[in-house]
């Protein structure tokens, strides 16, 4: 799917999300520990991306990576786009 241009938007008190133009697979997931903030994580129920900017704790997530710089804009209150390339 990438490159992909999303929308990312406040959700909850902790996190922003985004929603993909579809499901991703499940195959091969397992259960992870170690939740943070900044975590990028793929919350299966909805089929969205979900980035973590304070502690977290729920069901239905498959961590897909953490961000190591750029985090301060998950900060930023408000809707804005959001592009997601390989590197």
Same mark, same amino acid.
């Given at each position: 799917?990438?490159?992909?241009? +999303?929308? @990312?938007?406040?959700? *909850?008190?902790?996190?922003?999300?985004?929603? #993909?133009? &579809?499901? #991703?697979? !499940?195959? *091969? @997931?397992?259960?992870?520990?170690? !939740?943070?903030?900044?975590? #990028?994580?793929?919350?299966?129920?909805?089929?969205?991306?979900?980035?973590?900017?304070?502690?977290? &704790?729920?069901?239905?997530? @498959?961590? #897909?990576? &953490?961000?190591?710089?750029?985090? !301060?804009? +998950?900060?930023? !209150?408000?809707?804005?786009?959001? &592009? @997601?390339?390989?590197?």
């Amino acid at each position: 799917m990438l490159p992909l241009k +999303l929308t @990312i938007s406040d959700f *909850g008190h902790n996190e922003k999300i985004a929603y #993909l133009p &579809r499901k #991703l697979t !499940e195959e *091969g @997931i397992g259960a992870f520990g170690n !939740e943070q903030a900044y975590d #990028l994580c793929y919350y299966t129920p909805w089929g969205n991306l979900a980035m973590f900017y304070a502690d977290y &704790r729920h069901p239905g997530l @498959i961590r #897909l990576g &953490r961000f190591d710089k750029g985090a !301060e804009a +998950l900060h930023v !209150e408000g809707e804005f786009p959001l &592009r @997601i390339e390989a590197i």
